[in-house]
């Protein structure tokens, strides 16, 4: 190459578009398998780069949806991965957080309709909760102490969780009887702070109430039962024993952490 | 580093304990894919904490995708700049190929057409990416089953970046093995043909024979006699660099990944130990 030409090109620096063409042709290619009209020195090897991309794709979500796919026809898995792979554009640079992508792929688009899986969305999204609860960033809690009083202090949640709603109670049994069972599961997942480990609690609708106004971390037990007595039409003595017993455990399984320090002690 | 030898293994999730006890197996230093790590927190995040307690930590990327035709991802590379400062990154490498067009990912790795503008594309990518990571990049050289559109041989295609870029090169003498028997070139001649004082970084791997004219590069098999003579040839031609054993499938025993680890040492010492003094 001479020197006038290096320069030259330093200077456009441009990828021409029959380059960009030819690239792009290649990626698609390997998303729907239709022949690139390009100069390849062996053509023959090109199926290896379709097969090679797609067993990236198909590992990856087998591996984060074991229940799923086991729970699908081979071949209907495999299609609906296929699809996947070809019509959506799949925007993370971290194949493993592609598996979200894939769910929200699927309940776009109604497969679960098309499968005859009515399950397949929450089966889908649970199973994604568990890796993001699992892998999600470290939170800080907020400031709290451990010895405290269950009705006039404010409680800390442990940070590491998400609330979320299924149809089908997916999370508690087989996805077959889970079909049996449509209906309102209101479910938190969390990471357990000893063993970092994913536990599942599925919650009643009273206890869903009392999880969202902790969240908030600015109400005392006695505001929040105040609340719910304005609201539900239920026996003050029967909330607060259930409430009491609720919360009980949730101290012991580790999704309340203590008893919030003002700030400025 | 310390030493002028050092020759490391890839991260592997089912080798945690392994890499902890130091008992089975000792890598002198650890590779990360940093877009396996980034954002994770928990138990990996842990383990990655404790590992870089115990190891020098490098970073070969996946994702970053360097020969696309479109922008580069600076939401991603804001990120990995985060990454490498914190974690105390020594070498970051990621690949000459791209893995990202008409705005999809394909996580996998598509040969860039050897040709002139491409050349002055991928540089000036690379250029911007180190002028925001504040380091250099390794590039490495790929392994391909076909050429795509090209203008020139492989061998001006690298060289003409590393020099435009001003980049490190990452040799892979596995890659070099793979391509000279699938496009039939001799991998001496080639390797003459690289600037071997731009290696920063060494990788070497099995790979699969899958026809009588085809050689896949799996990462999934012990290195074969070739390529480790390939290997030994290479590096008597160059200063040392970091070495780093690349298995990514069909794990053998540990005693198995430790020989291959302490073949590739003995390797370098015969020739580095003897020309370049430790410090
Ligand atoms: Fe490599």
């Known amino acids: ?265 | 580093m310390k030493s002028n030898i050092n020759i490391g293994l890839g991260f592997r999730r089912d080798l945690t304990e392994e890499f902890m006890s130091q008992k089975t197996i000792k890598p002198g230093f650890i590779e990360f894919a940093p877009e396996n790590w980034i954002d994770m927190g928990g138990y990996w995040g842990k383990v990655l904490r404790e590992i870089e307690t115990k190891y020098p930590v490098t970073c070969h990327g996946l994702s970053l995708s360097l020969g696309s035709p479109e922008e580069l991802d600076w939401e991603f590379i804001k990120k990995l700049k985060i990454f490498l400062d914190e974690h105390h990154v020594e070498i970051y490498s990621e690949h000459l190929s791209y893995t990202k067009a008409s705005n999809a990912h394909l996580y996998d790795l598509l040969p860039i057409p050897f040709r002139e503008d491409a050349i002055h594309h991928v540089s000036k990518r690379i250029k911007q990416v180190q002028d925001y990571l504040q380091r250099k990049i390794a590039i490495e050289n790929v392994s391909y089953y076909t050429s795509v559109a090209a203008e020139m041989d492989e061998a001006t295609f690298i060289n003409s970046i590393v020099e435009e870029a001003d980049c490190n090169l990452l040799l892979d003498i596995n890659n070099v093995y793979v391509n000279a028997f699938n496009h039939n070139y001799d991998p001496k001649n080639f390797i003459k043909k690289l600037p071997l004082d731009k290696v920063a970084y060494i990788h070497m791997a099995g790979h699969e024979r899958v026809a009588p004219d085809l050689i896949i590069d799996t990462h999934g098999e012990a290195i074969i006699d070739p390529v480790y003579e390939l290997f030994e040839w290479t590096i008597q031609r160059m200063k040392p660099v970091p070495v780093l054993l690349e298995r990514d499938f069909n794990f053998p025993e540990i005693t198995e990944l430790q020989s291959e680890l302490t073949q590739l040492e003995s390797i370098c010492k015969r020739h580095w130990e003897v020309h370049y003094e430790i410090k």
């Open chain 1, 1 to 265: 190459m001479s020197q006038f030409a290096k320069d030259i090109g330093r200077f456009i620096m441009k990828l021409s578009k029959e380059t960009e063409a030819i690239q792009n042709s290649l990626a698609l290619y390997c998303r729907s398998g239709v022949e690139p009209p390009i100069p390849v020195s062996r053509p023959e090897n090109l199926p290896h780069y379709r097969r090679l991309v797609f067993n990236i794709v198909l590992n990856t979500m087998q591996q984060a949806f074991p229940i799923a796919y086991k729970n699908i026809p081979a071949d209907e898995w495999k299609d609906l991965v296929h699809n996947f792979f070809l019509k959506h554009d799949s925007q993370t640079p971290q194949v493993w957080k592609l598996p979200f992508e894939f769910y929200q792929f699927v309940s776009q688009n109604n497969y679960s309709e098309r499968l005859k899986k009515p399950f397949l969305d929450d089966l889908l999204f649970f199973e994604w909760i568990e890796i993001e609860v699992h892998t999600m960033p470290d939170i800080k809690a907020t400031k709290h102490k451990t010895k405290g009083n269950l009705f006039t202090d404010v409680l800390v949640l442990n940070p590491e969780f998400k609330l979320f709603k299924l149809n089908y109670p997916v999370h508690i049994h087989p996805p077959d009887k889970a079909l049996e069972l449509h209906g309102d599961y209101f479910v938190i997942a969390y990471r357990h702070p000893n063993d970092l480990n994913v536990r599942f609690l599925n919650l009643s609708i009273l206890h869903t109430f009392i999880i969202e106004k902790l969240i908030e971390e600015e109400y005392t037990l006695n505001q929040i039962v105040d609340d719910m007595l304005s609201l539900f039409n239920i026996n003050k003595n029967e909330l607060i024993t259930n409430i009491s017993t609720f919360l009980n455990d949730l101290f012991n399984q580790k999704l309340i952490l203590g008893y919030k320090i003002s700030p400025g002690l």
